[in-house]
């Protein structure tokens, strides 16, 4: 199973290929939920940090999360507000995040 990753946060452009580019684990934990979890990331090169939404794929297929994070996508994308979050990618992994 692999994972949907929504890396976020305010931030200069950048292009972000993989997980690999971000150091995260278990103490990093931010929160969960039915679908996800978040992680606070740091980025490898830039040292900048993130928010690293997590989604599981099984579920993610399963219960058609893929509908609601299609939505969420747009959202973020498209609203600019201090209290919002900004998205600044998404891309999908075969691999687990956390092996």
Same mark, same amino acid.
């Given at each position: 199973?692999?994972?949907?990753?929504?890396?976020?946060?305010?931030?200069? %452009?950048?292009?972000?290929?993989?997980?690999?580019?971000?150091?995260?684990?278990?103490?990093?934990?931010?929160?969960?939920?039915?679908?996800?979890?978040?992680?606070?990331?740091?980025?490898?090169?830039?040292?900048?940090?993130?928010?690293? %939404?997590?989604?599981?794929?099984? %579920?993610?297929?399963?219960?058609?999360?893929?509908?609601?994070?299609?939505?969420?996508?747009?959202?973020?994308?498209?609203?600019?507000?201090?209290?919002?979050? %900004?998205?600044?990618?998404?891309?999908?992994?075969?691999?687990?995040?956390?092996?």
């Amino acid at each position: 199973a692999g994972n949907v990753a929504l890396p976020t946060a305010p931030l200069r %452009k950048q292009n972000f290929a993989s997980l690999e580019d971000f150091d995260f684990d278990e103490t990093t934990l931010l929160g969960s939920g039915a679908f996800a979890v978040v992680y606070r990331a740091t980025h490898r090169t830039t040292g900048q940090q993130f928010a690293l %939404k997590v989604l599981d794929s099984d %579920k993610y297929d399963e219960f058609a999360v893929h509908v609601y994070a299609m939505r969420e996508r747009h959202v973020l994308r498209v609203v600019q507000h201090p209290y919002i979050i %900004k998205l600044v990618a998404c891309f999908r992994t075969e691999e687990p995040a956390l092996a």
